[in-house]
């Protein structure tokens, strides 16, 4: 045993266990707040939009609750940026909110916020895109008439560039974000300036339109269901605020601190730019319906509506036209980026799943681009699959989207509430314990909050589309179970199985003739190498002439091993081959039979159709022999050469948000 | 060398080649005729109908000349017959057109037949089945209602039942075929009856219209034009005449005068039908036009224009409605059987072009039931293409349609024609030579006739869609001498390489390793039975718990093979591998490297998406590696056993009309 521990340690290549020391590009504050913040911080261009229409049900009075909504939903911010920050320093793996509930909660519980999670991420790719063409649109009324094609070109977009592997990089997301900040800040700003000092007349293009209330005299609980269903769509302005727990591995160090302050700093920008935009909006008469041509009264009849934060950004820039085309950019670019942090989690949070065996697990290997090339294109036609489904109507989508982060958070506060419980009763250090409990009690407070808003959106939402959300996470739920019972059953099945170790008595080869070219000739010639107790060549009868001049060649020439023929009545390859080794089974059942068939090895894939068919059908088909192993014997046939080198250093989606940047370069540093 | 050739010989095992010997269910005559006349008798369901429209043109004077084009159609046929009737004395083996243009004008001549005779199969699909829907649509409006997507559900019929590799069967051709005969045949006399010797009045229900001639002044060229024209759409009715030169080994002994009486037969029959339904349309003022809502004057504006033989069967049987719905029956089921004839011949052909390797070579292996498949999906998704594109119309479609069997008649005939005078120079015996020249004659004549048809063709339907026919015609001819060149420079590159006989020196053993588990373990004790020079395991660090688990796992185990841990900083398998096994190729290069990966062997295709595709992906990358062989270990898990004897014997299609019935049952007599 210890012979072999030695050897084991002598030989192990490269530096062991590598993948710990990768961190050497860790993000500062300054760049992870962008990196993290966009998928939160640009729920606030459809968010307060989504307020005002819910009001506009019950006529232009009800826009006096607006500020109202806005607040309480900066309330639930607050509360769920506090609990986030007991997250954080609790569990700063970055497993997030599955890590959570699974650790305090049972797996269950995790594969629920898996599965919330997995139909999350579809969403934000839908409602972001869709909201992003709604902005330029309101700029470009081109995109607005083809709207659906425009989102579904922009999500293939981003597939492709992600499909091609770019390494994300801070900077990419540090410009458009704080441009977003920035422009929003000045919008704000200059338009409270206009409005409360200068005293200039700011007025929104729809201040003078009213709105048709489909019912004016709303009372009791319809009145207190409309204004529920209101925060409930405001509420949309906290997802993405999960992303930091995510990725604290990739905060330089002191790791978890820096997440909790750039969490703190995300909260309390979201928040001023939430309340600023539903201020202002009131301030300069700003209205948003979700059927202009019937709702708004007095508008004329080709009038197309604006978004929220471009009717705002029109208002103020009135004569700064400039100004406007910033906005309506800058707000289109953050929600694009917001879409593809998806594009970075889904694949990050699949290989976690894989991981614990609820996927495939091939998706677990973070260096395989195949594994998240599919991951990508999963999401992006899930994605334009709800794009399509629901015309890219950012109103119609918001229904679905925010029952699956609301669940997520209330499974995380009641896991966290768990976690500190649990630590609570072996904890002795009165101040340790001061702090333990002081963070129960915030994650209570956010258990009651997240749980609350939950109930509040399951009731209001549920038959306005959340439903569509919770049957496709139930679905996704059923299939990863399914997937995690087959990889158990085989689990079983190979524990329970008893296996001879005595070792096979002889090995008999048979060599897969077909031409006696030079691929067979180096078949032969290894399988000689590989010196069995029996070897020798067979070669299929599939046309009568063919094999008479093969056997002819065969006597001609010096090779010793002996063909044998095999008749195969019905022209059929594969068959005959596996009666044959069936045959030598029978035979000698102790032998291990090992079958050679020489393959061409070519570059190109349609030279792949033309060769090697029958051989891989062939393979596949011996496969389910028991005691029988196939060896390919490639000959490289030139063309194979500029496959050879093409793999190159994969970055993998969502590295950087992960702490996971690897050196540059094509030949990575597994064997210096 | 002797040793060699006695162990060859020795070692044979089953009957070998026993392919030759399948021909116990040869066909008799009765037999064959209906196995290969649908696809000519059938056209004549469509033939004279097209005489009729283009006359139309001229107005209802030109009907006059319909017997007269009837009758130089039935004397082209006559010669096409006897001409081939040469042919499948002369070529007995069932190569048809291709092998006599390929024996005696060489691979080009061969290669354009090939091409023509593809794309005619395409539209044979096309053809029978549009005619087929019209005439069925003749008696239920519903399907001329729904043309199109009828046609497109019966080539998916027809295509499944032909996946499915039913074995075709004389009888279920031979019903439908002599009911067809039978039924046209008391129609034509039963309406010749009533008209001559009763007296009856026997009209079509068209027979009050008039035709609006678009030109009823054509003079001279113009007019011979149109005649011509006339005559080409009637030279549809030879089309599948050449059917039974491709199909002399399936005739029962002596095959090749059988062959030739069949023949006969079948144009005999073909001339009676064709001139017999030109006849009596005439005699009833039946009157096809293209477009009836236009053409027809008097019709009534909802009027459904039935086809030709509709018309006659309407007529005839006014008083007997089963008479008309039997004749509509039989003429659609013998149009299908057409089309199912081109199912079957067009993988034949497809084998033989592989077999020359102008096709991709899988597709040579008869028993091979995905080549076929193949080759079925490719024509029914062609042959879908054209309905469609041209609304399932027989006259547009018919435009398209002679041209490729005119160009393959004429080239067959100047093969023959050069075969005989070539065989005329060394023939010496006085008979033989009487024979030769008389068949010399007789080919020229066909050469002569076929090719005057061909330039008729080729001039009055060339802009009409010919031209379309011609292009596909060519794109298939280039594409297979593409794959012809890629095929020899493969040989080429074979033939050329220097390939040192020498043995490899050693073998290096290399068994990939993800856990410790009984799949491995099989795995290494297969590994060791091949006695390797130097045996190691590897496992790439993808998971640091995961490795230091396995590594802990195997120092407490009895393996005495070492473990080596490869690093893989980027959480890949595949190219630290593959790095791997380059180093030690570095270090040895005359060591050959085998790389042992265990597989799990499922059942379900979806299993397979759960298991083994990082090993999928490792093998297909090392195959490019010089010098290393890839063996996969399998093991089979129960899931895999629904799969192990699935495979079947395969009856490919067209196995009857080419003499290849093997017997039933699962197992064949391949290793008795």
Known sequence: ????????????????????????????????????????????????????????????????????????????????????????????????????????????????????????YILTVAVSISSAAENIGSAIPFVEQHRVLFCIAAIVLITSINLRGIRESGTAFAIPTYAFIAGMVVMLVWGFIQIFILGTDVSSDTADFGVKAENSHLVGIAFVFLIARAFSSGCAALTGVEAISNGVPAFEKPKSRNAATTLLLLGGIAVVLLMGIIVLAREIGAKYVENPAKDLIGAPADYQQKSLVAQLAHAVFRDFTPGFYFITIVTALILVLAANTAFNGFPVLGSVLAQDRYLPRQLHTRGDRLAFSNG??????????????????????????????????????????????????????????????????????????????????????????????????????????????????????????????????????????????????????????????????????????????????????????????????????????????????????????????PEYVVGHWWEQILHNQSALRLKGRLLFEPGVMVTSVPWQLSSSDRRKNRDRVYNAPGDTRRGMVPGDGPSGPADT
Chains 1, 2 share one sequence.
Not at 31 to 57: G, K, R, T
Not at 76 to 88: E, I, L, P
Not at 545 to 573: F, N, Q
Request: no cysteine.
């Open 1 to 120: 045993m210890s012979k072999v521990s030695v050897a084991t340690k002598r030989m192990v290549l490269g530096t062991p266990f590598r993948s710990d020391k990768l961190g050497h590009t860790l993000l500062p504050k300054r760049i992870a707040l962008p990196v993290f913040a966009s998928d939160a911080m640009s729920s606030v261009a459809y968010a307060p939009q989504e307020i005002f229409l819910v009001l506009s049900v019950a006529g232009l009075s009800a826009y006096t609750y607006t500020p109202w909504i806005g607040l309480a939903v900066a309330v639930v911010m607050v509360v769920v940026v506090a609990s986030y920050r007991q997250n954080v320093h609790a569990y700063p793996s970055g497993g997030g909110d599955y890590e959570v509930a699974t650790v305090n909660l049972g797996p269950r519980a995790g594969l629920t916020v898996g599965s919330a999670l997995l139909v999350d």
């Open 376 to 597: 990508i294109l999963f999401l992006a036609i899930a994605a334009i699959v709800f794009v399509a489904a629901f015309g890219a109507q950012v109103t119609a989508l918001i229904q679905l989207y925010i029952v699956g982060v609301f669940v997520s958070f209330t499974l995380s506060q009641i896991g966290m509430v768990r976690h500190w419980t649990r630590h609570l009763r072996t904890e002795t250090d009165p101040s340790a314990r001061n702090r333990m409990q002081r963070s129960r009690v915030i994650n209570s407070i956010g258990l009651l909050m997240t749980g609350t808003v939950l109930i509040i959106v399951l009731i209001t939402k549920f038959l306005a589309g959340a439903w569509i959300a919770i049957v496709t996470m139930v679905a996704i739920y059923i299939l990863m179970q399914l997937i995690h019972r087959h990889y158990a059953s085989v689990q079983t099945e190979l524990d329970n199985t008893d296996f001879e170790t005595i070792l096979p008595s002889r090995t008999h080869s048979v060599v897969l003739v077909s031409k006696l070219h030079l691929p067979t000739k180096r078949a032969l010639a290894y399988a000689r190498a590989t010196r069995p107790d029996n070897l020798e060549a067979i070669t299929v009868n599939v046309d009568d002439r063919d094999t008479r001049r093969l056997v002819a060649e065969w006597e001609g020439s010096d090779i010793s091993i002996p063909l044998k023929v095999i008749a195969s009545p019905y022209r059929e390859i594969t068959r005959p081959v596996i009666d044959y080794v069936r045959r030598l089974r029978r035979e000698s059942p102790r032998d291990v039979i090992t079958v050679f068939i």
